[in-house]
């Protein structure tokens, strides 16, 4: 992959992207203001509409009220996760979580670009990069490797090998270079 597009993906990171962290609080903040404020309003609005047990408006917000609460607890778990992670203890030249790896796939030629993730953390698919986590085929092979190291991944399909390219870890990011 050439200089000027790894740089714009560097480009992309800094003024798109906010911390997992920062994502997670985010999201929680949303979902514990339509818990408290938006779904109680809908609820008394639907209320007022007579008879409960035949009141579809009312029995979709508290499903939605249920689906929320059990995002809400999902994601605060993930934000515990995260608050335990010592910074200090993620290399800053190899393949760690936070890092962002460009690779190239030798069977297709084609470059790719993962993001070294805890959990994932949105549900909105990134087209910069895919995230991968220490549980997945790719994310178990890239962990700790360096720019240039080749890995063989096993997957279900066959086995395919990467290329390390370039690499962002979670220090260059905070750092912003």
Known sequence: MGTS???SILSFIREYTMTDREQLEQEIDRLKYELSVSIPQE??????MGDLK???EFSEIVTRQQFIGIR???????LTAYKHINLNQIPRD????????TVYHVETELTKTFKWVLVEISDEESTVYTEITANS??????????VGDTVIVSLPNGKAT???LNLLTIHDIQKGT
């Open 162 to 164: 990467y290329k390390i």
């Open 54 to 56: 035949e009141n579809s």
């Open 43 to 48: 609820m008394q609005v639907a209320a007022a």
């Open 137 to 146: 085929p790719i994310g178990k092979v890239l962990y700790n490797k360096l």
């Open 5 to 7: 597009v790894f740089i």
């Open 94 to 101: 190899k393949v760690g979580m936070g890092s962002i790896i």
């Open 72 to 78: 809400l607890q999902q994601l605060i778990q993930r």
